[in-house]
Structures are given as structure tokens and as C-alpha cells.
């Protein structure tokens, strides 16, 4: 090759022009269209289909309020033993939820989320809870059978009966969805102070 | 069915809002707690209730006479009442709202959510959900026996473009020499679609 040729083939080799970066920016928009049309079909899901039968979160409680009642809701993971010993004291564990219901005509229902199986009902993991109705407010009905309040569905009730002398009932929650398998219980008729109700 | 239909809008909500925004995990998600939906829905107003030397009465007015004078200490017929006992650790008593329609419909709030614990929780779990809670504090040990607590309203306007007062933490006084509180009203203005 002469000099005059090298010279030559040397100004093609520095003046030619780098498609690399155009092949790599053509690449990445194209990934980014396709990714972005993929993410844009995720942000419309259709519709979840009605849930005729809404999964079990709590159990209830039917207290008759012919006489002042006090209702303790046991601490996730706390035996309701140890519940109902403090609440004859006047006291109650942490995590526990206290209501006492004033006399009046009527029942009152109260429904009992279940414990969440790892973070509890609540922020601080253990605590209870209880959703109160009003006096002789009937809770609406889910299809199946059951009470709900909202997201919070009962599908078996436990019930104290107006001659009950119990004036403190405690209640535990139960710990797993179903755990009821639907089934009512009566609190037996009694001459203590505390009743307590049978867990799930 | 009033409450129910409330909390079920309330909760649908904050179950559409935590649905945006999902990855690509395959991994099915965790059921929602309801307590926390409950205490997390739009509307909600919380009263956070530390230990009392007295009882405490918490009466929750029907959603038709949700606008309680607050000057009044006389009980709406058909207020969902309930007794927080003296010497109670911390409660928080949840109420769901009132939505527009129903306070001329004689709709009630039927039902109230008692869960211990108290604001921070409940603060902190509101702000999480970008749902920042109406919220009452009373003080510890107060000298009160009865407090009336209306729950919100929310009213849909279509013209309405202020904030709506969300957010809101109201410390409710001691009382002094009175022994009955009425909270002050709550009204939230949501802009309609349509």
C-alpha cells in the first residue's frame, strides 16, 4: 500500500460513523415501549367477581342487656383463663378490649375479628378487638348465613341468655378463618359472676 | 344495613387504593385485615381513649342527627352508646362515616370498632395508607362521664374544591367543672365525577 493510500483508509477508519449507540438507544427504546405496554395492561385488572359468600373473620356475640354486662375480649394468644381471672379483679391483660354495655332493652350484638395468623389484629400484634352494634340493631346478613359489619363477617354466634346472671363475659378470639365451623353455642345459665365462652 | 353498606364502600376503597401500584409478584398476597381496613377507611373517625378514673360513656349519634349543636349534652335518640370501664388501658374506638343521602334517610351508625391500643398506632397505620385519620384524643384521666361523638359526614359535591379537613387531630378539653363533652362536627367534602 502507498502512503498516500494508508493516509486514505485512515480518515475512512477515524471519520466513519459509531452506529453502536444508535443500535443501543433503538434497543432500549423498544424495550421501554414494549415494557411500558405490558405494565399498562397490568393497571386496568378487570373487575374481582361479587363474593356471594364472603370468608369468616370473626365470631359473635349475643349478650341480652337486661342487666349492666361487661364484655372482655381476650388478647390473641392469651388464655382466656388468665382473662377471666383478671376480670373478676377489675382488670385485664394487654392487648385486651374492655366494653361494657349499659342496661337497656334489646340484645347487642358484638362481632370478634379472628387473630391474624403472623401480625395480629393489630399494629401492636396481639390485641383484640370487638364491633360493637348498637342496642337492638340487627347487623345486616351475608349470603350462606352470617353477620357482617363491613369487611368483618361472623358466620356463628355465640349468645347469652337473658337469665344469666353472669355480669362479665369473656370471650375469646379465634385464630384461624373457619375456626367456627359455623356453629352457635349457648352459654349455660349460671350463677357466677364471669362466664366465659368456649374457644374456637 | 346502614353501617354495613358505609363500611363496605369505605373498606372497598382502601382495598382499590392498596390494590394500585402491585408488582409482578406470583405470590398471592395476604388477606386484608379487616380490623385495619376498618380503622383505615376513608371517613373514619377514631377516638383514642387512654385510662379513666370514671367510666366513660361514648355515645355515637344516628347518622340523622350527625349534626349535634356542640354546645348540646343531650343524647340523639338512637345513638349507638357504649361504656369504655374506668382503669381501661388504652382504647381506640373507631366510627364509621355518614354518607350523604342517608342523614335524611334515618340511617344510624350501627356499629362502632373498640380495639386497645391508642394514636400512634392507628396514626401511623392511617399514614401508611396515605389515609391520614379524623382523630380525638381525650386526656388521661379526665373528668368526663359522657362524651357524644358524631360521626362524619361526606358530602359529594361537584362544585366543591376545597380540601377536605382530613386529617384532623382534635384534643377534646378536660372538661373542667363539666362532665359531659360533645365532639364537634365532622364534614368532608368529596368531589363528585360526575
Known sequence: MSPAAADSAAAETVYRPNRVPWIVGGVLLAGFLIGGLLVGGEEVPPPPPPVPNPPESARALSVSTNRERLVVVSPCAEPPRETARQAREGRAPTGATRVLLPEAAGDRTILVPHCQDERGVTASGTASAAVVAASGRQLPEVQGGGLSAGPIVAKSQVILPGGSAASIVVIPPCGTPDATQGRDQLLPLTSEQVVTAPSC | ?194
Open chain 2, 1 to 194: 344495613m346502614a353501617a354495613g353498606l358505609r363500611m363496605a364502600v369505605a373498606t372497598g376503597l382502601v382495598a382499590v387504593a392498596g390494590g394500585c401500584g402491585g408488582g409482578s409478584s406470583t405470590t398471592a398476597p395476604a388477606p386484608p385485615d379487616p380490623v385495619q381496613m376498618v380503622l383505615q377507611a376513608p371517613g373514619v373517625r377514631t377516638v383514642v381513649v387512654p385510662e379513666q378514673r370514671n367510666d366513660l360513656t361514648v355515645a355515637v349519634p344516628p347518622c340523622s342527627a350527625a349534626d349535634v349543636d356542640p354546645e348540646s349534652t343531650r343524647v340523639p335518640e338512637g345513638s349507638n352508646r357504649t361504656v369504655v370501664p374506668k382503669s381501661t388501658q388504652e382504647q381506640t374506638i373507631a366510627i364509621p362515616p355518614c354518607l350523604e343521602g342517608e342523614r335524611t334517610g334515618g340511617g344510624g351508625t350501627d356499629t362502632v370498632l373498640v380495639t386497645p391500643g391508642g394514636g400512634a398506632g392507628t396514626q401511623s397505620a392511617g399514614e401508611q395508607s396515605g389515609q391520614p385519620q379524623n382523630q380525638l384524643l381525650l386526656p388521661r384521666n379526665a373528668n368526663i362521664r359522657l362524651i357524644i361523638v358524631p360521626p362524619c359526614l361526606v358530602l359529594t359535591s361537584s362544585s366543591y374544591s376545597g380540601g377536605p379537613p382530613s386529617g384532623i387531630t382534635t384534643t377534646l378539653p378536660a372538661a373542667g367543672g363539666k362532665t359531659t363533652v360533645t365532639a364537634p362536627a365532622c364534614k368532608l367534602h368529596v368531589a363528585s365525577s360526575g
